[in-house]
Protein backbone atom coordinates (compact mmCIF):
# COMPACT_ATOMS: atom_id res chain seq x y z
CA UNK A 1 0.00 0.00 0.00
CA UNK A 2 1.59 3.23 -1.01
CA UNK A 3 1.29 5.67 1.17
CA UNK A 4 1.24 9.34 0.14
CA UNK A 5 2.11 12.74 3.00
CA UNK A 6 0.69 15.52 2.18
CA UNK A 7 3.19 18.63 1.01
CA UNK A 8 2.22 20.63 4.07
CA UNK A 9 4.39 17.97 6.55
CA UNK A 10 7.43 18.25 4.09
CA UNK A 11 7.27 22.29 4.97
CA UNK A 12 6.49 21.77 8.14
CA UNK A 13 8.98 19.70 8.48
CA UNK A 14 11.79 22.19 6.79
CA UNK A 15 10.07 24.86 8.89
CA UNK A 16 11.08 22.82 12.44
CA UNK A 17 14.39 21.95 11.11
CA UNK A 18 15.40 25.78 10.64
CA UNK A 19 13.48 27.08 13.51
CA UNK A 20 15.26 24.60 16.34
CA UNK A 21 18.11 26.17 14.56
CA UNK A 22 17.14 29.71 15.11
CA UNK A 23 15.17 29.00 18.35
CA UNK A 24 18.51 27.62 19.89
CA UNK A 25 20.83 30.31 18.44
CA UNK A 26 19.10 33.21 19.96
CA UNK A 27 20.50 31.78 22.90
CA UNK A 28 23.47 33.58 21.57
CA UNK A 29 22.03 37.03 21.44
CA UNK A 30 22.59 36.92 25.32
CA UNK A 31 25.77 37.21 25.07
CA UNK A 32 25.87 40.80 23.54
CA UNK A 33 23.51 42.40 25.63
CA UNK A 34 21.11 41.67 28.58
CA UNK A 35 18.02 44.36 27.50
CA UNK A 36 15.67 41.42 26.21
CA UNK A 37 13.33 43.80 24.68
CA UNK A 38 16.32 45.26 22.71
CA UNK A 39 17.38 42.06 21.79
CA UNK A 40 13.54 41.09 21.00
CA UNK A 41 12.89 43.73 18.75
CA UNK A 42 16.22 44.01 17.07
CA UNK A 43 15.70 40.83 15.95
CA UNK A 44 12.66 41.36 14.64
CA UNK A 45 14.19 44.03 12.49
CA UNK A 46 16.84 42.24 10.98
CA UNK A 47 14.08 39.24 9.89
CA UNK A 48 11.61 42.02 8.43
CA UNK A 49 15.01 43.90 6.69
CA UNK A 50 15.36 40.57 4.83
CA UNK A 51 11.69 40.08 4.56
CA UNK A 52 11.36 43.42 2.09
CA UNK A 53 12.77 41.03 -0.99
CA UNK A 54 9.83 39.31 -0.30
CA UNK A 55 7.83 42.58 -1.21
CA UNK A 56 7.63 41.84 -5.21
CA UNK A 57 5.88 38.75 -4.50
CA UNK A 58 3.07 39.93 -2.52
CA UNK A 59 -0.03 41.93 -2.61
CA UNK A 60 0.25 45.12 -0.54
CA UNK A 61 -3.25 45.27 -0.83
CA UNK A 62 -4.22 42.53 1.89
CA UNK A 63 -2.13 43.89 4.72
CA UNK A 64 -4.78 47.33 4.41
CA UNK A 65 -7.43 44.76 4.38
CA UNK A 66 -6.44 43.41 7.93
CA UNK A 67 -4.62 45.68 9.27
CA UNK A 68 -5.94 45.45 12.48
CA UNK A 69 -5.46 41.38 12.65
CA UNK A 70 -1.81 41.42 11.05
CA UNK A 71 -1.00 44.07 13.98
CA UNK A 72 -2.83 41.37 16.82
CA UNK A 73 -0.29 38.65 15.33
CA UNK A 74 2.83 41.15 14.98
CA UNK A 75 2.12 42.24 18.75
CA UNK A 76 1.77 38.63 19.67
CA UNK A 77 4.83 37.78 18.07
CA UNK A 78 7.24 40.61 19.40
CA UNK A 79 5.36 39.43 23.34
CA UNK A 80 6.00 35.83 22.33
CA UNK A 81 9.87 36.78 21.62
CA UNK A 82 10.60 39.53 24.58
CA UNK A 83 8.96 35.93 26.87
CA UNK A 84 10.95 33.33 25.03
CA UNK A 85 14.30 35.24 25.62
CA UNK A 86 13.37 35.49 29.40
CA UNK A 87 13.12 32.14 29.62
CA UNK A 88 16.43 31.44 27.49
CA UNK A 89 18.11 33.76 30.57
CA UNK A 90 17.14 31.21 33.34
CA UNK A 91 17.25 27.93 31.77
CA UNK A 92 19.20 26.20 29.23
CA UNK A 93 18.16 26.03 25.37
CA UNK A 94 18.01 22.04 25.25
CA UNK A 95 15.14 22.71 28.49
CA UNK A 96 13.51 25.95 27.01
CA UNK A 97 12.98 24.83 23.31
CA UNK A 98 11.51 21.63 23.53
CA UNK A 99 9.23 22.90 26.26
CA UNK A 100 7.99 24.93 22.83
CA UNK A 101 6.19 21.59 22.10
CA UNK A 102 3.81 22.78 25.04
CA UNK A 103 2.07 25.26 22.50
CA UNK A 104 0.37 22.65 20.85
CA UNK A 105 -1.90 22.50 23.60
CA UNK A 106 -2.59 26.78 23.58
CA UNK A 107 -2.93 25.84 20.13
CA UNK A 108 -5.70 22.90 20.40
CA UNK A 109 -7.71 24.75 22.60
CA UNK A 110 -8.18 28.26 21.15
CA UNK A 111 -8.82 26.60 17.97
CA UNK A 112 -11.88 24.14 19.97
CA UNK A 113 -12.97 28.02 21.04
CA UNK A 114 -12.34 30.31 17.88
CA UNK A 115 -12.26 28.11 15.12
CA UNK A 116 -14.54 25.17 15.51
CA UNK A 117 -12.22 22.50 14.52
CA UNK A 118 -12.67 19.13 15.98
CA UNK A 119 -10.00 16.41 15.65
CA UNK A 120 -9.79 12.46 15.56
CA UNK A 121 -9.43 11.12 19.62
CA UNK A 122 -6.14 9.69 17.79
CA UNK A 123 -4.70 13.17 16.83
CA UNK A 124 -4.95 14.15 20.83
CA UNK A 125 -3.83 11.03 21.63
CA UNK A 126 -0.61 11.84 19.56
CA UNK A 127 -0.23 15.06 21.11
CA UNK A 128 -0.85 13.92 24.53
CA UNK A 129 2.71 11.24 23.32
CA UNK A 130 4.58 14.02 22.01
CA UNK A 131 3.89 16.56 24.99
CA UNK A 132 5.51 13.36 27.31
CA UNK A 133 8.60 13.13 24.63
CA UNK A 134 9.10 16.65 26.25
CA UNK A 135 9.82 15.25 29.50
CA UNK A 136 12.47 12.54 28.24
CA UNK A 137 14.04 15.42 26.08
CA UNK A 138 14.66 16.95 29.45
CA UNK A 139 16.27 14.04 31.24
CA UNK A 140 13.06 12.88 32.71
CA UNK A 141 11.98 15.54 34.83
CA UNK A 142 11.52 19.09 34.69
CA UNK A 143 14.85 20.33 35.70
CA UNK A 144 14.53 24.35 34.62
CA UNK A 145 14.26 26.99 36.74
CA UNK A 146 11.04 27.98 37.88
CA UNK A 147 11.18 31.16 36.26
CA UNK A 148 12.18 29.94 32.73
CA UNK A 149 9.46 27.28 33.27
CA UNK A 150 6.77 30.14 33.34
CA UNK A 151 8.17 32.21 30.87
CA UNK A 152 8.29 29.53 28.37
CA UNK A 153 4.59 28.41 29.52
CA UNK A 154 3.43 32.10 29.33
CA UNK A 155 5.30 32.15 25.82
CA UNK A 156 3.48 29.22 24.03
CA UNK A 157 0.18 30.90 25.21
CA UNK A 158 1.18 34.30 23.29
CA UNK A 159 2.67 32.42 20.65
CA UNK A 160 -0.93 30.43 20.33
CA UNK A 161 -2.27 33.84 20.11
CA UNK A 162 -0.60 34.30 16.99
CA UNK A 163 -1.20 31.38 15.15
CA UNK A 164 -5.04 31.80 15.47
CA UNK A 165 -4.67 35.41 14.02
CA UNK A 166 -2.62 33.25 11.71
CA UNK A 167 -5.56 30.66 10.86
CA UNK A 168 -7.39 33.80 10.34
CA UNK A 169 -5.93 35.86 7.94
CA UNK A 170 -5.55 32.62 5.58
CA UNK A 171 -9.33 31.85 5.67
CA UNK A 172 -9.59 35.40 4.59
CA UNK A 173 -7.71 34.55 1.53
CA UNK A 174 -4.10 36.14 2.67
CA UNK A 175 -1.28 34.15 1.33
CA UNK A 176 1.58 32.30 3.34
CA UNK A 177 4.32 34.74 1.82
CA UNK A 178 2.43 37.55 2.57
CA UNK A 179 1.75 36.38 5.96
CA UNK A 180 5.66 35.45 6.60
CA UNK A 181 6.59 39.11 5.24
CA UNK A 182 4.02 41.26 7.37
CA UNK A 183 4.25 39.77 10.35
CA UNK A 184 8.30 41.23 10.29
CA UNK A 185 7.83 43.75 7.77
CA UNK A 186 5.39 45.96 9.70
CA UNK A 187 6.50 45.84 13.42
CA UNK A 188 10.66 46.66 11.76
CA UNK A 189 8.47 50.00 9.82
CA UNK A 190 6.30 51.13 13.00
CA UNK A 191 9.07 50.74 15.62
CA UNK A 192 12.39 50.73 13.90
CA UNK A 193 12.54 54.66 13.28
CA UNK A 194 11.50 54.85 17.08
CA UNK A 195 14.56 52.67 18.98
CA UNK A 196 16.72 55.53 18.99
CA UNK A 197 13.87 57.30 21.58
CA UNK A 198 13.09 53.73 23.20
CA UNK A 199 16.20 52.66 23.79
CA UNK A 200 18.02 56.11 24.04
CA UNK A 201 21.70 55.80 24.31
CA UNK A 202 21.94 51.83 24.23
CA UNK A 203 20.37 52.01 20.44
CA UNK A 204 23.54 51.09 18.49
CA UNK A 205 24.46 47.94 17.44
CA UNK A 206 27.71 46.34 17.40
CA UNK A 207 29.67 44.15 14.67
CA UNK A 208 29.56 41.46 16.61
CA UNK A 209 25.82 41.24 17.57
CA UNK A 210 24.78 42.67 13.87
CA UNK A 211 26.58 39.19 12.64
CA UNK A 212 24.34 37.27 15.24
CA UNK A 213 21.32 38.94 14.10
CA UNK A 214 22.23 38.68 10.75
CA UNK A 215 22.67 34.68 10.93
CA UNK A 216 19.42 34.18 13.02
CA UNK A 217 17.50 36.43 10.56
CA UNK A 218 18.37 34.57 7.52
CA UNK A 219 17.43 30.72 9.50
CA UNK A 220 14.27 32.12 10.84
CA UNK A 221 12.47 33.53 7.79
CA UNK A 222 13.09 31.07 6.02
CA UNK A 223 11.80 28.76 8.31
CA UNK A 224 8.79 31.07 8.83
CA UNK A 225 8.12 31.13 4.85
CA UNK A 226 8.03 27.38 4.85
CA UNK A 227 5.86 27.25 7.72
CA UNK A 228 3.65 29.67 6.42
CA UNK A 229 3.05 27.93 3.42
CA UNK A 230 2.25 24.25 5.23
CA UNK A 231 -0.30 26.77 7.37
CA UNK A 232 -1.93 28.08 3.38
CA UNK A 233 -2.16 23.93 2.55
CA UNK A 234 -2.90 22.60 5.31
CA UNK A 235 -5.58 25.06 7.13
CA UNK A 236 -5.73 23.43 10.36
CA UNK A 237 -3.31 25.10 13.41
CA UNK A 238 -3.00 22.24 15.46
CA UNK A 239 -1.97 19.23 13.17
CA UNK A 240 1.06 22.07 11.90
CA UNK A 241 1.97 22.53 15.96
CA UNK A 242 2.03 18.88 16.32
CA UNK A 243 4.79 18.51 13.59
CA UNK A 244 6.39 21.27 14.45
CA UNK A 245 7.12 19.93 17.91
CA UNK A 246 9.22 18.02 16.22
CA UNK A 247 11.74 20.91 16.99
CA UNK A 248 12.82 19.35 20.58
CA UNK A 249 14.19 16.81 19.23
CA UNK A 250 16.39 18.57 16.38
CA UNK A 251 17.37 21.33 18.85
CA UNK A 252 19.02 18.48 21.08
CA UNK A 253 21.02 17.12 17.71
CA UNK A 254 21.73 21.34 17.43
CA UNK A 255 22.91 21.98 21.47
CA UNK A 256 24.87 18.81 20.70
CA UNK A 257 26.61 20.11 17.26
CA UNK A 258 26.98 23.85 18.49
CA UNK A 259 28.39 22.90 21.81
CA UNK A 260 31.06 21.13 20.04
CA UNK A 261 31.81 23.58 18.09
CA UNK A 262 32.35 26.20 20.70
CA UNK A 263 29.35 28.25 21.01
CA UNK A 264 29.98 30.09 24.31
CA UNK A 265 26.16 30.22 25.36
CA UNK A 266 25.37 26.94 24.79
CA UNK A 267 25.31 24.12 27.49
CA UNK A 268 27.48 20.90 26.93
CA UNK A 269 25.46 17.51 27.23
CA UNK A 270 26.09 14.23 28.77
CA UNK A 271 26.35 10.73 27.46
CA UNK A 272 23.22 10.03 29.89
CA UNK A 273 21.43 13.03 28.63
CA UNK A 274 21.73 11.99 25.39
CA UNK A 275 20.44 8.59 25.82
CA UNK A 276 17.40 10.13 28.25
CA UNK A 277 16.54 12.61 24.91
CA UNK A 278 16.56 9.77 22.22
CA UNK A 279 14.31 7.51 23.99
CA UNK A 280 12.42 10.85 24.09
CA UNK A 281 13.07 11.43 20.31
CA UNK A 282 11.37 8.06 19.63
CA UNK A 283 8.51 8.61 21.46
CA UNK A 284 7.86 12.10 19.72
CA UNK A 285 8.74 9.82 15.93
CA UNK A 286 5.68 7.42 16.82
CA UNK A 287 3.45 10.49 17.86
CA UNK A 288 4.00 12.71 14.61
CA UNK A 289 3.48 9.69 12.66
CA UNK A 290 0.10 8.50 14.65
CA UNK A 291 -1.30 12.27 14.04
CA UNK A 292 0.41 12.67 10.28
CA UNK A 293 -1.93 9.55 9.40
CA UNK A 294 -5.08 10.69 11.36
CA UNK A 295 -5.38 13.70 9.85
Not at 4 to 33: C, D, E, G, N
Not at 45 to 64: N, S, T
Not at 233 to 250: C, E, F, K, Y
Request: net charge positive; hydrophobic share 60%; with cysteine.
Amino acid sequence: MNISIPPYIWLALIASVLHAFSFTYTKQLLAHSTNRIKLSLYSQYFVGLLALLLLPFIQLEQLWLNFGLVLLMCACVLLGQILYLSALRYGDASFVVPMLGCKMFAVAGLSVIFLNETYHPLVYLAAVGAFASLFLLNDGKLHGSPRALVYILLTCVVFAMADIAVVHLLNQGMGGIELAAFVFIVPTALLMPLSPFIFKKDWKVSKPLAKTLSIYALAQLIGIVFLMLAFKQAQQATVINIIQSSRGLMAVGVVYLMARVGFSQIEQLTKKQLQNRLMGGLLMFVSLSLAVFMV
